[in-house]
C-alpha cells in the first residue's frame, strides 16, 4: 500500500515566524513531489513541486527533498495569516498516473 | 488562459439517483483526473482519462464512470448513489507530454447525496 503521512494538526505558527511543513512517503519509486494549498470549501491550489534532492525556492516558500529518508517538507517564511489553510502533501511515480495524496496539515497564523 | 472549470458548483441528489459532473481542461492540457474529497481528507483517485479513454482507475466501484470528449472536456457519471457518495468532486488537468505531470485543480463539485 502506497501512503503518503501528514501530522493533521492542527499546527500555529505566530505571524513572521517559519512555519515548517512535513510529509513522507512510503514507495521509494516515487519521483514527483507536490506542495498544494487548500483553504476550507475550496480547491487544492498548487504551490510548488520538486523532482530533485535539495531545496527549491520560490518566494516564501522553499520544498525540501530527502529521497533517501523519504521526506518532504515545506517551509514558509514570514508568515502572514493568509497562509492559513490546510497544505496537502502529494507524491506521483513515473509509472504511475495518479498523485498519493496525504491527508493534509491545518497551519494557522496567529496575528 | 482559462482555467479549469467545473460545473455545477453545487449538487443536491437523493439515494438511487444518478448525477453528471463536468469538467473543460485549463487551455492547453489533454488530460484530465477526477478526485473524491471527504470531509478532512485527501483527495482520493477517481480514475484519469487521456485520448478519450481511461488511463488508470483508482479504487472505485463500477458505479462511476467517465468520458473524455474529443476537445478534452471529461464528464464523471455516479449511478446509484449512496449517501457516502457526498463529497467535494474534484476535476485535475495536466498536460501528458509536458515537461512536468503538474495538475491544476477546478473549483469543484459539492455533491449532496440525502
Known amino acids: 500500500q502506497k501512503e503518503v503521512e501528514q501530522n493533521s494538526g492542527p499546527l500555529s505558527v505566530p505571524e513572521g515566524a517559519i512555519a515548517s511543513l512535513n510529509c513522507t512517503y512510503s514507495?521509494?519509486?516515487?519521483?514527483?513531489f507536490f506542495w498544494y494549498r487548500q483553504y476550507s470549501g475550496k480547491s487544492p491550489e498548487l504551490i510548488m513541486f520538486?523532482?530533485s534532492n535539495g531545496d527549491k525556492e520560490d518566494g516564501r516558500f522553499t520544498a525540501q527533498l530527502n529521497k533517501a529518508s523519504q521526506y518532504v517538507s515545506l517551509l514558509i517564511r514570514d508568515s502572514q495569516p493568509s497562509d492559513s489553510a490546510t497544505y496537502l502533501c502529494?507524491?506521483?511515480?513515473?509509472?504511475?498516473?495518479?498523485?498519493?495524496w496525504g491527508a493534509g496539515t491545518k497551519l494557522i497564523i496567529k496575528p | 488562459d482559462a482555467g479549469v472549470t467545473q460545473s455545477p458548483t453545487h449538487l443536491i441528489k437523493t439515494r438511487g439517483q444518478q448525477v453528471t459532473l463536468r469538467c473543460s481542461p485549463k487551455?492547453?492540457?489533454?488530460?484530465v483526473s477526477w478526485y473524491q474529497q471527504a470531509l478532512g481528507q485527501g483527495p482520493q483517485f477517481i480514475f484519469q482519462?487521456?485520448?478519450?479513454?481511461?488511463?488508470q482507475r483508482g479504487n472505485f466501484p463500477d458505479r462511476f464512470s467517465g468520458h473524455q470528449f474529443p476537445n478534452y472536456s471529461s464528464e464523471l457519471n455516479v449511478n446509484a448513489l449512496l449517501l457516502g457518495d457526498s463529497a467535494l468532486y474534484l476535476c485535475?488537468?495536466?498536460?501528458?507530454?509536458?515537461?512536468?505531470?503538474?495538475?491544476?485543480f477546478g473549483p469543484g463539485t459539492r455533491l449532496t447525496v440525502l
Open positions: 485535475a488537468s495536466s498536460l501528458a507530454s509536458g515537461a512536468t505531470d503538474t495538475q491544476y
Open positions: 514507495d521509494r519509486g516515487s519521483q514527483s
Open positions: 520538486i523532482y
Open positions: 482519462y487521456y485520448e478519450e479513454e481511461e488511463r
Open positions: 502529494a507524491v506521483n511515480m513515473v509509472s504511475n498516473y495518479q498523485l498519493i
Open positions: 487551455s492547453g492540457h489533454d488530460t
